[in-house]
C-alpha cells in the first residue's frame, strides 16, 4: 500500500495519471516460474487458455491502461473491447509480430524456437496429504534461480529453458506422492537444489486454507481508493 501511494504521488509530481492495482501475492501469479515457461503461458492467456489468476490480473492491468488513455470510456467498455482483441486472437497476432520484430525465431508449425538449454526434468512430490496453504513467491524464486532461470552474478549465463511449472495452487488438496510441480534444467544436481528450496517455499496443512475470491485487492488513483480484501 505505501509502495501504490508513494507511485501516485510520484506521477502526480511529475504530472502524469497513474492507477495503482494492489495484487495477491500469497503465491506466483499462473503456474509458470522461468523465461520459456513463462512466455508459453503468456500465449496460452492470449489464446484464451491460460491460467484464470493470470488472465484476470492481465486484463485488470489492461483495463487500467486503456483508461488512462481514454478517461471517458468506462472500465466495462474497455474490458469488452481487450476480450475481443483476445477472442478474434489479434492480440495474439501482436505478440507474435513483437517477437518477430526482435529477431525471435520460429518452427515450421509456428510454435516459438527458444533457445537450446534445460535437458533435465523431475517432479516436486507431495510428501503427504493435506491442502496447499502457501507457495511463498520469493523463495519460488530463488528455486528457479538455482535451476539457472536466472542471475545471481552479473555474468552468469542465463538458462533461458529452466524454470518451474506448477500443477497445484494455493488451496487445493494434494495426495502423498502427488505431483506439485514440474521443474526442468541442465543437469539433475540443480533440481535437487531447488526441490530443497520448494520444500521451504510449500506450506502443506491438514485444513483446506481460505482463499481469495479476487486477484486484484484494490485500486487506488490520485483521488480515490477501493479496497476489496
Known amino acids: ?13 511529475t504530472g502524469r495519471r497513474a492507477i495503482a492495482l494492489i495484487s495477491d501475492m500469497s503465491q506466483p501469479l499462473g ?7 513463462e512466455v508459453m503461458e503468456a500465449c496460452s ?30 472500465g466495462c467498455q474497455v474490458k469488452q ?34 533457445k537450446e538449454g534445460g535437458g533435465k526434468n523431475d517432479f516436486y512430490l507431495a510428501e503427504r496429504a493435506g491442502y496447499i496453504e502457501k507457495i511463498d513467491a520469493e523463495l519460488v524464486g530463488k528455486a528457479a534461480l538455482a535451476l539457472g532461470a536466472g542471475r545471481e552474478k552479473k555474468e552468469d549465463a542465463i538458462d533461458y529453458r529452466a524454470g518451474i511449472l506448477f500443477s497445484k495452487k494455493v488451496g487445493d ?18 533440481i535437487e537444489l531447488s526441490k530443497k528450496t520448494l520444500d521451504e517455499a ?28
Open 173 to 190: 488438496e494434494i495426495k502423498p506422492g502427488e505431483m506439485i510441480a514440474l521443474l526442468e534444467a541442465a543437469d539433475e544436481k540443480k
Open 81 to 114: 473491447s481487450i476480450f475481443r482483441q483476445i477472442d478474434d486472437r489479434k492480440a495474439f497476432a501482436k505478440l507474435m509480430e513483437l517477437i518477430r520484430n526482435q529477431g525471435g525465431q520460429f518452427h515450421e508449425d509456428g510454435r516459438i524456437a527458444f
Open 1 to 13: 500500500m505505501k509502495l501504490a501511494h508513494a507511485m501516485i504521488g510520484i506521477a502526480e509530481i
Open 45 to 74: 492467456v492470449l489464446n484464451d487458455t491460460g491460467p484464470y489468476d493470470l488472465t484476470s490480473v492481465c486484463v485488470e492491468l489492461s483495463c487500467a491502461m486503456l483508461e488512462l488513455g481514454d478517461p471517458s470510456k468506462t
Open 202 to 229: 510449500i506450506t502443506i496443512s491438514d485444513t483446506k486454507p481460505k482463499t481469495l475470491i479476487r486477484h486484484i485487492l484494490g485500486k487506488i488513483t490520485k483521488d480515490s481508493e477501493e479496497i476489496n480484501y
Open 31 to 37: 503456474n509458470a516460474v522461468g523465461n520459456a515457461v
